[in-house]
Every structure is written in structure tokens, then in C-alpha cells.
């Protein structure tokens, strides 16, 4: 279970329907969130690794990650 | 000669129609059917009649619910739901057999969601869970509904359970109809009777909001796929919908409500968003 545990996170170009690319992130990520247009920020991904205590940070613009944050224990949303 | 032969087939065809309508009366016919049907039905009368046991109507108006049950069954309301229990010398037991219904917002959701959700939260709760089928039925007066059936294992006396359960999205609101009962002893011998009970419900529908229920007219993909998150493009009306067991993103037609492809992904995807300025979407493949 451990040794298969995934670190990816899918890109889908929705004009496609396709999967673009797989990044690479930390251990099980359960879940992601990105900034609105709204609010005026970057073009970034957050992404929860549970068993890793990291957030990565994808730069939408070139999909790959430009900083992993560590953060507490267990981090699922 | 033919003016002969004409007349007398006229003459004969009139006779034939004087003679059947004199010979055998609408009303008689009428008496003879409701005769017969008097016949069957005071048996089954009688056999009604022997279990003592009659049938009660039973309305909810602020979940637009109507219903019937039979009198030696027990009810218990609350706010949003009912439950009907077999009562047996007055006691409860809920291993003989249970029907609740339960109602609450949809919030937009398609019904899809609601149940995934559902069978999330029965499995991690439920000790022994097992979906053993999940397939668009009706019930009621011909209610298209998402019909569940699964089993567990009761905590409190350790017993098998099996449960049947109806989803609907109906006016803006999630319609739950749940039969349960033990599943070896009480589950198959109160079915038929359960049956009637959820037959006879009906749900008032109100006009202005019969265009939304339509919406959402039957599950259009595998429930036991586990669909655990969905993302939204509000510019195109696509839905990604994440299916935890099949590792698949499910790409759903807002517009019909069709799912239009699946895309193969990582292992397990759980959270899905998505940037609706340069229409990516990103998938979380967890463990």
C-alpha cells in the first residue's frame, strides 16, 4: 500500500477531453483548490498531500510545481 | 332482383341489430362484470379482514409527501422525515422492519452526488457495507428514482441488515424512501407488504419547478464507481466528476445531464478543480 501510494496530479485540457500531463507532487493527494479570477491572484494550484504534510503550489501557466510548502499534520482539503 | 336482395340484407342487418341490442343491455353486461369482480374482491376482503388490519392515509405537507400504511405498523415524524416501524405487541423492533422517508434541499446537486455521497458515508460507517445493486427504477405513481441495495451488520445486535433505498431529486428537493429490516428472518417476509407502502407514496410536484425535476430524469453513469468530487465550468456547462474505484474523470453535459466520455487519470482521483480561463482541469490520483 505504502510503496504504491500515488503523488500525481492529472491535467485535462477540457477542449479535448484529454490528459495533457501528470505532475509530480507529494504522497496522496487527496485534494486541490485554485485561485479565482477573481481575486486578482496567479495563475496557481494548490494541492493537499496528506502523507507528505506538504501543499504544492502548480504554476497553471507551465503546469509543474514551484514550491512544495510544508504544512501540519495530514493535510486532506 | 338485386333491389330484392338488397332490401331483405337490410332488413336482416336491422333485425341483427335490434336482436343483439335487445338481447344483451349495456347495463346487463355491466351488472355481469361488477358480479364477478364483487366475487374476487370479497375474498380478498376477506382475507384482509382476518389480519384485522386496515390502511391509513397519511400526509406530510411541508415535504409535499402523501401516503398510505397499514394500521399495526407505528409512525414516528419529525421536521423532514417519518418512519414507519413493524410494531409487534407494542414494542418496537427495528429488526423487523423499517420505512422512513426523508427529505432536504438538493442545493443544485445532481442527484448522482447525493447518492455517491450517501454510499461514502454508509461505507465508512457501516461495519461489513456491501452494495449489492444500484439501477434506475420507479415507485410510487411512476417516480423515476435511483434504487440502492445494500447490506451491513447492525452494531447494536450484531444482526444482518439488508437495505433497499429510492433516491429522487424532486422540486428542488432530495426525496430518500429507505426500507430496512434483518436480513435473514424479517427483510424477504415484510417485503411484500413494504412494497404496497412505498407504491402508495406520492409526492406533489408544484408546477413551476417541474421543468428542474425533469432535469434530472435518471442516473447517466455507475454509481459503484464511487463519484467522490465534482468541479464545475460555468462558461461551457461541463461537469468533471471524479470516480474514486475506476480512475476515471467522468465528463458530464451540464446542458442534457449526458455523460459525453470518461478519461482514464491516475489511481483513486479524489479532488478535481478546475480553471475555467484556460479550461484545464486538475485531478488529485490519492493513494
Known amino acids: 500500500m505504502w510503496l504504491t501510494r500515488s503523488n500525481t496530479v492529472s491535467v485535462i485540457d477540457g477542449s479535448t477531453n484529454s490528459v495533457l500531463s501528470n505532475i509530480t507532487v507529494g504522497l496522496n493527494p487527496a485534494d486541490l ?3 479565482t479570477l477573481e481575486e486578482g491572484l496567479d495563475s496557481f494550484v494548490f494541492v493537499a498531500n496528506t502523507d507528505s504534510n506538504t501543499t504544492s503550489v502548480i ?4 503546469n509543474n510545481v ?3 510548502i510544508t504544512v501540519g499534520n495530514k493535510p486532506a482539503h | ?3 330484392l336482395v338488397l332490401v331483405a340484407s337490410l332488413l336482416l342487418i336491422l333485425l341483427m341489430f335490434c336482436d343483439i341490442s335487445n338481447e344483451v343491455p349495456y347495463d346487463r353486461i355491466n351488472n355481469k362484470l361488477s358480479g364477478r369482480s364483487d366475487s374476487w374482491f370479497s375474498n380478498m376482503h376477506v382475507h384482509q379482514a382476518s389480519a384485522s ?8 405537507p411541508n415535504i409535499q409527501l402523501k401516503m398510505q400504511y397499514p394500521s399495526d405498523w407505528q409512525k414516528v415524524e419529525n421536521q423532514n422525515n417519518v418512519t414507519l416501524s413493524l410494531s ?7 429488526e423487523k422492519g423499517n420505512v422512513s422517508i426523508e427529505s432536504y434541499p438538493s442545493g443544485n446537486e445532481p442527484l448522482e452526488e447525493h447518492v455517491g455521497l450517501g454510499i461514502l458515508n454508509y461505507r465508512k460507517h457501516l461495519p461489513n457495507f456491501v452494495l449489492n445493486n444500484s439501477v434506475t ?3 410510487g405513481d411512476n417516480t423515476t428514482a435511483h434504487k440502492i441495495l445494500y447490506s451491513y451488520t447492525n452494531v447494536d445486535n450484531h444482526e444482518p441488515y439488508t437495505v433497499t433505498e429510492f433516491w429522487t431529486i424532486i422540486d428542488g428537493k432530495v426525496y430518500l424512501i429507505k426500507y430496512q429490516a434483518e436480513a435473514t428472518r424479517h427483510y424477504s417476509a415484510n417485503l411484500p407488504i413494504v412494497e404496497k407502502i412505498i407504491d402508495s407514496i406520492h409526492i406533489e410536484r408544484t408546477a413551476i419547478f417541474n421543468v428542474t425535476s425533469q432535469n434530472y430524469p ?3 453513469f455507475d454509481i459503484t464507481h464511487d463519484p467522490y468530487d465534482i468541479a464545475v465550468n460555468p462558461i461551457n456547462n461541463m461537469l468533471y466528476i471524479t470516480n474514486l474505484r475506476s480512475d476515471k474523470v467522468s465528463v458530464m453535459d451540464g446542458a442534457t445531464d449526458k455523460i459525453l466520455t470518461d478519461i482514464k487519470v491516475g489511481t483513486n482521483p479524489e479532488g478535481i478543480t478546475i480553471r475555467s480561463d484556460n479550461n484545464m482541469i486538475y485531478v488529485a490520483n490519492s493513494f
Open chain 1, 66 to 68: 514551484i514550491s512544495n
Open chain 2, 218 to 220: 435518471s442516473l447517466a
Open chain 2, 137 to 139: 427504477d420507479i415507485f
Open chain 2, 53 to 60: 388490519v386496515e390502511w391509513l392515509n397519511y400526509s406530510k
Open chain 2, 1 to 3: 332482383m338485386i333491389g
Open chain 1, 59 to 62: 504554476d497553471t501557466r507551465e
Open chain 2, 88 to 94: 409487534q405487541n407494542g414494542s418496537l423492533g427495528s
Open chain 1, 33 to 35: 483548490d485554485t485561485d
